[in-house]
């Protein structure tokens, strides 16, 4: 080093741009080294992996790598390099490990999907989720909802105590089954064999994306492991459904009168497969269910995630809770919300952007280098495996105020929707740049509706004697133990507010005659 650093030292001293440095750097052979972490697998394996990463975003900043034995990553936890990342030079990156991890259940499905696959892909769906179709969505998020409503009910009469997450978990998909491909997975009142096959393909994918070794590839080993026997059974039953799923669609649109259009939506299945058949999308079958399986992973788990952290912060912060209530029973009287209502419920989406904030799901996005790149001063080569920790993005104690506090204040209530546009990447709940998630509004809308429906009808307080909460991960963060809650029919008498006006417009009228 001794030469070029002195060379570097006299540079810099004399006001030359960095780039140039760093150009003049490995002309010279002096390449700065990015701070280097070692770690034990066994220490990322017993937590959740992403605290350990916070720890060491602390002492080694923004930009570091990690290297277990002869693995290794960096781990970006700085906005601006997240930003080119997932935005300046997304072409530089792919998917790299998560595809790998989730083949077998998504093949070239949106998510893993890279290159020219994707943007096919990404332009035939992104599309279907348009503007009239997520305002479809929300008399089925307020049905989805009413039927929890309905269990928590009965539950709160027997005085039985309820596990919210793996509620949270059915209603989300009985939802997105509804949404994507008209299927009524009705998982709230039933437990059918396919719900079970879907919990065994999100379990073995979870599984997956943590286990240090990748046993289903071992050659005897998969043809013979009674656990993969049981996956592939719950993928072939999963596949069937769909192939049967896409066949009856087939037959649906080609008896239609209606003729495709920009906005187009048929009103007795508005799913986003009926979209894809109608707009005559040219693809494979084996494509169209990768697609599908994806967007039933991509928005079942991450939602039910948010409203099991959004249940747990409300119940640690009874003032947000006190103040949520209020405005849900000022906004909402006793119906179903409409997009109107969604527009008013402002304090609402604020406590659901407060929770993906401290929870969000997947906690790190993962990219592999395709080419090489300088990230924060540093040149990286192609083939680095990369975390993106948005954990440690939305926890860091320089940007955020008591960053580790649930304070949905810190959205003012007129201000524009946080997103990683105007928070300048360091809050990223739904990516960005081009891979950015293309069931965000879709989403927000639902959470809200969920959250704004069950907060109204009744109170949640965390069961007396049960485990505390801790997280685990998986794709998404989950507690280890469930979301053991007390629930109880609210006893303030709702305020209707509607009466109030029809009462004053009686009088006015009076007042007039
Ligand atoms: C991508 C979050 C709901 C479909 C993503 C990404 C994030 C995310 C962070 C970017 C991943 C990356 O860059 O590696 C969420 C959260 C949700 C949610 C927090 C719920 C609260 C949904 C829903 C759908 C959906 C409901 C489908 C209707 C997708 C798809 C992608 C994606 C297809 C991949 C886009 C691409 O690569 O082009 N989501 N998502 N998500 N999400 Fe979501």
Redesign the pocket.
């Given at each position: 080093t001794g030469f070029p650093s002195l060379v570097k030292k006299g540079l810099s001293k004399l006001g030359v741009p960095k780039e140039f440095f760093e150009f003049f750097s490995q002309w010279l052979g002096d390449y700065p080294r990015i701070p280097e972490a070692k770690g034990s697998i066994s220490a990322v394996r017993n937590e959740a992996f992403f605290i350990p990463l916070y720890e060491l975003f602390l002492t080694y900043g923004g930009i570091f790598r990690l290297t277990f034995g002869p693995k290794s990553f960096l781990i970006v936890s700085d906005p601006s390099i997240a930003k080119h990342i997932?935005k300046d030079n997304s072409k530089a990156y792919s998917?790299g490990i998560?595809a790998e991890i989730l083949d077998f259940v998504m093949g070239k499905?949106?998510?893993p999907?890279d290159g020219e696959i994707?943007r096919v892909r990404?332009r035939a769906?992104v599309p279907a989720?348009h503007q009239k179709y997520v305002a479809a969505m929300i008399g089925l998020f307020g049905q989805a909802t009413d039927r929890l409503c309905k269990k928590l009910d009965a539950a709160a009469s027997d005085g039985e105590d309820v596990e919210m997450e793996s509620l949270f978990s059915r209603l989300t998909l009985d939802i997105?089954g509804k949404?994507?491909f008209n299927y009524d997975f009705d998982s709230l009142t039933v437990d059918t064999g396919i719900v079970e096959a879907v919990y065994t393909v999100l379990r073995e994918a979870e599984d997956r994306s943590v286990a240090p070794i990748p046993v289903w590839e071992i050659p005897i080993w998969k043809d013979i492991s009674p656990k993969l026997k049981k996956v592939n059974a719950a993928l072939k039953l999963i596949n069937d459904t769909l192939d049967d799923l896409i066949a009856l669609c087939k037959r649906m649109v080609d008896e239609e009168e209606l003729q495709f259009h920009e906005e187009y939506m048929n009103e007795k299945d508005p799913s986003?497969l009926h979209f894809l058949l109608a707009s005559g999308d040219e693809v494979s079958s084996k494509q169209l269910r990768d697609d599908l399986m994806?967007?039933l992973i991509?928005?079942h788990e991450?939602?039910a995630?948010?409203l099991t952290w959004t249940f747990y912060l409300l119940s640690k912060e009874p003032s947000v809770m006190a103040k949520l209530q209020d405005e849900v029973d000022s906004v909402l009287g006793d119906r179903f919300p409409t997009i109107e209502d969604l527009k008013k419920l402002r304090y609402t989406t604020r406590v659901i952007n407060e929770s993906?904030r401290l929870y969000?799901?997947?906690p790190v996005?993962?990219?592999r280098s395709i080419d090489e790149d300088v990230l924060g001063g540093y040149p990286i080569k192609r083939g680095e495996d990369i975390f993106i920790s948005?954990w440690n993005l939305h926890r860091c104690p320089n940007r955020w105020e008591e960053a580790d506090k649930f304070n949905p204040e810190r959205w003012p209530l007129d201000g524009p929707n946080p997103n990683e546009t105007n928070q300048n990447y360091s809050y990223?709940?739904?990516?960005?740049?081009?891979?950015?998630?293309?069931?965000?509004m879709?989403?927000?809308f639902?959470?809200v509706v969920a959250v704004a429906m069950l907060v109204r009808r009744f109170d949640f307080q965390m069961a007396l004697g049960a485990p505390p909460v801790k997280m685990t991960t998986g794709a998404t963060i989950h507690t280890t133990e469930g979301l053991n809650m007390t629930v109880t029919r609210r006893t303030r008498p709702p305020v209707m507010p509607k009466l109030e006006m029809a009462t004053l417009e009686v009088d006015s009228s009076v007042n007039s005659s």
């Open positions: 997932l998917k998560l499905g949106l998510i999907a994707w990404r769906i989720l997105i949404a994507v986003i994806t967007m991509a928005g991450t939602s995630a948010v993906l969000p799901q997947p996005l993962i990219r948005v990223l709940p739904f990516g960005g740049g081009p891979r950015k998630c293309v069931g965000d879709f989403a927000t639902e959470n």
